[in-house]
């Protein structure tokens, strides 16, 4: 009973928390200050067609630095917790048509992932965004046959690869251009090319490595293979 | 207009997803009313850099690269529920591995079966 009413309480101090936000609210017209620099400098002093990215990627850098260390916590998190677990699980093998299938479907799904972080300053997505879908093809993998071996070493690569990859190319901005992860180390190249806006594709394709690694060394940790 | 009903969205998901945190019993309950809260702290976030008639921060044939900061809504809050997708998704990954091993441990999904932290 105590407990309900506190539970209610609870509930009713959010609304009441909340409430004023909902009825002072009013759709803004204009962009803020700091928000029409971004957007202005993303253009003239970035390359960068995709707003969001150049947020993320320059203006936003050290947060995103700290971001990727996050998920990297979480991932040694998981695998510390679930190590060594050794389910009685029962494994089928899969059917011709779903291996084959999958196989396939694999592929594309890597190719598209492998697009969506490449072509992050240039259209909606990332390397945050492709790095899931190059996730969600190993899942499928994983699903699919029973039997797929990953090769452990290689995936651990990947990861610390892009890791050390993504802070060395921060210094060098440091030394090479006027702060850390500034993308200014290769050229700016033409508004709305693939090989443009110096360093953001780069920094976003390592970003897609190292996501597209953790969530799977996560996801096959969670399913229990050693 | 349409931000002010996907911001009462946000704050009903919100309320939704934190009443289940405190009512419900099982472990894995409880992370999947974490999840709703979390999508609907997103949902708040983008429904307040929603500006009036305006387009995805995306320089393309739509929006032209001379009067773009007119055009485009707010960069900002899409950058920051970006972040806080991915960290949602990590600490759910870690609470989820948490309930594996507490269940490995005590074979119990129920919060009543553990009273260590309880005072």
């Not at chain 2, 969205?9 to 974490?34: D, E, H, P």
């Not at chain 2, 307040?48 to 001379?66: C, E, F, M, N, W």
């Not at chain 2, 900002?76 to 972040?83: E, K, Q």
């Amino acid at each position: 009973m105590i407990r309900n009413m506190a539970v209610l309480l609870a509930v009713i101090g959010l609304v009441a928390m909340f409430l004023p936000m909902v009825t002072d609210f009013q759709e803004r017209e204009n962009l803020n200050e700091l928000a029409a620099d971004y957007v202005e400098g993303s253009i003239n002093d970035l390359n960068t067609p995709n707003v969001v990215t150049s947020v993320i990627v320059t203006y936003r850098g050290l947060d995103t630095l700290g971001e990727v260390t996050v998920l990297f916590l979480a991932t040694v998190g998981v695998g510390l917790l679930l190590k060594g677990r050794k389910e009685d699980m029962i494994r089928i093998s899969s059917s011709e048509l779903l291996g084959t299938t999958s196989s396939v479907l694999v592929a594309m799904i890597m190719i598209l992932g492998i697009y969506i972080f490449t072509h992050g300053h240039l259209t909606p997505g990332g390397g945050f965004q492709g790095g899931v879908v190059i996730a969600s093809g190993f899942l499928l993998m994983l699903l699919s046959n029973v039997n797929v071996k990953m090769n452990h070493s290689i995936m651990h690569f990947v990861e610390s690869f892009s890791g050390v990859a993504y802070v060395g190319i921060g210094v060098a901005g440091l030394v090479l251009a006027i702060g850390f992860l500034n993308p200014g180390i290769l050229p700016l190249g033409r508004f709305g090319e693939l090989f443009s806006a110096g360093a953001i594709p780069v920094i976003y394709s390592l970003i897609g490595l190292k996501v597209g690694s953790e969530l799977t060394s996560i996801l096959v940790t969670m399913g229990g293979e050693k | 207009m349409i931000s002010s009903y996907t911001l009462i969205l946000g704050i009903a998901l919100l309320i939704i997803g934190f009443y289940a945190m405190l009512t419900r019993k099982n472990l894995i309950k409880m992370v999947i009313g974490f999840s709703i809260a979390d999508t609907g702290t997103h949902i708040i976030i983008v429904s307040l850099g929603y500006l009036r008639g305006k387009t995805a921060p995306i320089i393309d044939q739509a929006v032209s690269a001379v009067n773009a900061v007119q055009k485009v809504v707010d960069p900002i809050p899409s950058a920051l529920v970006l972040t806080a997708i991915v960290i949602g998704l990590a600490v759910t990954a870690v609470m989820l591995s948490f309930i594996v091993e507490m269940y490995r441990k005590n074979k119990s999904l129920s919060i009543d079966d553990y009273q260590e932290l309880k005072w």
